[in-house]
């Protein structure tokens, strides 16, 4: 379940119903309702903030570095994580936590292009959480000096408010999407450290603008790091694999 926007949530739609029936004339069930909503998403959050502070603790003593990708569904985050493993050719462990609702079809993907993985499935949920991520650690047991890479739900609303103790925040975006956004979705690319525009192979055919789609993710966070690539071609993607190898160093 999802308290902030009450996607998969059967609570939020039990409180908007009441919502509808009895209301009172000065709205104060409104209130009471609202009051109570705000209670529970701060109660989750504090809640996943401790397992957040466990996973980073973990993450440290264990010198392994975590990021957290990611992206709507369908931008290219697994295709990413499969041209960087075949990049990588044992130079760096990578390894990668998989979230989707269903299936083990990404862990899959993974594990041919030669990664440990291990898949989480949220079942109606829409994004990782920390306590989820902890457990699935464990049974990743990733070696020291290595890069684990979280692929989060694809979504780009809820895995924006959810720390999982990951080191970066890594949000991609393909130009087969607007290239505004970083403007629509500004809290995802505002908690992002780097921002990664995928799949500029179709750049030709597309009316996807480069230029301005960073001018507006600066916008909203100026210090963003941002790659500019296509898994499929190649292009772009020794510098990114340099960003990502080095981090293993950094643990
Ligand atoms: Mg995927």
């Known amino acids: ?30 209130h009471a309702a609202e009051v109570r909503r705000i209670r529970l998403e701060r109660d989750v959050l504090e809640k996943n903030d401790r397992f957040a502070q466990e996973n980073r603790a973990w993450l440290l003593r264990r010198k392994v570095v975590a990021i957290n990708l990611m992206s709507a569904p369908g931008s290219g985050k697994t295709t990413l994580l499969e041209s960087v493993l075949r990049a990588a050719g044992g130079r760096v462990q990578i390894s990668v936590l998989e979230g989707d609702q269903e299936t083990e079809r990404d862990a899959e993907r993974i594990r041919k292009a030669g990664g440990r993985a291990v898949q989480i499935n949220t079942g109606t949920g829409c994004h990782l959480d920390a306590h989820a991520v902890g457990h699935a650690l464990t049974l990743l047991d990733p070696p020291p000096r ?9 979504n780009l609303v809820c895995p924006a408010l959810f720390d999982l103790g990951e080191h970066t925040k890594m949000t991609l975006i393909s130009v087969t999407e607007g290239d505004d956004k970083p ?15 995928t799949k500029i192979d179709l750049l030709p055919h597309v009316d996807f603008d480069v230029d301005a789609c960073v001018a507006r993710a600066r916008e909203v966070s100026p210090d963003l790091k941002v790659f500019t690539l296509s898994a499929r071609s190649g292009q772009g993607l020794a510098g990114f694999c340099d960003f990502l190898f080095t981090r293993s160093a950094e643990a």
Do not use: I, Q, W
């Open 1 to 30: 379940m999802c308290a902030t926007c009450g996607c998969g949530d059967t609570h939020h739609h039990h409180e908007t119903s009441e919502h509808h029936h009895d209301h009172g004339p000065h709205g104060l069930h409104d």
């Open 146 to 154: 290595s890069v684990v890479v979280v692929e989060n739900v694809g």
């Open 183 to 197: 403007l629509k979705y500004p809290h995802m690319f505002r908690a992002s450290d780097v921002m990664v525009v």
